[in-house]
């Protein structure tokens, strides 16, 4: 049979007097260490960033929108390529993936990177989105402006600026959906990162921009 019978209220108070006494040990034991620490001159530091060669860089964490990492995030800079992620994220809001588009004389001699389009011949604005952003050519997003601009580049244009007012990107201007050299258009990589992390939610976008090759027919010929 077990034995239940209280403990004697001096045990107890022992008990509690012990566990107090340890308490009180193990926190001057934490009070002198820091003493010595910091007397001895020893310094914590947290980690360095990475080493970044870029004039500016921004990581951010795309589910939560956190900023992970930021260097010079909102000097402006070359809008380089940067033109085709938007030129591809209006082409998918404003028009249909299987329409055909037809290749003005202007698309098909579009400076730059090209895929050698030809005038007059009508490819879907599906594979010209693929082909801008698999390839970075210049003729395949100047005749999806033109397309989706109802054969109007400034109106296309106007269109991208529109679009990265909504994302507030503040410190975005396009001037063209190419990504050609001008003086006058810029960007920062903080509005980058807003405008990646928005076109990446559009499942469409995400899927082209995640492909690592796709058949390619231009005049009878197929190519990757």
Not at 20 to 26: A, C, D, E, Q
Not at 40 to 62: E, N, Q, R, W, Y
């Amino acid at each position: 049979m077990l034995d239940f019978t209280p403990l004697p209220t001096e045990i107890k108070q022992c008990k509690r007097e012990d566990a107090m006494y340890k308490k009180s040990l193990f926190t001057s034991f934490i009070s002198i260490l820091m003493i010595l620490v910091f007397s001895s001159g020893i310094a914590f530091a947290l980690p360095s960033g990475p080493d970044v060669k870029a004039a500016s860089a921004l990581l951010m964490d795309l589910e939560k929108g956190q900023i992970l990492y930021s260097k010079d995030a909102d000097k402006k800079i070359h809008i380089a390529s940067a033109n085709k992620i938007m030129t591809t994220l209006v082409a998918l809001e404003k028009g249909v993936l299987n329409s055909e588009v037809i290749i003005s004389n202007e698309a098909a001699n579009a400076g730059g990177s090209v895929l050698y389009l030809k005038a007059g011949v009508g490819y879907t604005l599906e594979d010209l989105l693929y082909a801008t952003i698999l390839t970075s050519a210049n003729d395949a997003p100047t005749a999806i402006a033109e397309y989706i601009g109802s054969g109007s580049i400034d109106k296309f244009v106007e269109y991208m600026n529109a679009k990265a007012r909504e994302l507030n990107m503040k410190n975005t201007y396009f001037t063209n959906p190419t990504g050609l050299y001008d003086s006058s258009q810029y960007t920062t990589a903080g509005d980058i990162a807003i405008m990646m992390r928005y076109a990446l939610s559009n499942t469409t976008f995400k899927e082209i921009f995640s492909c690592k090759g796709r058949p390619w027919v231009n005049q009878g010929e197929t190519s990757i």
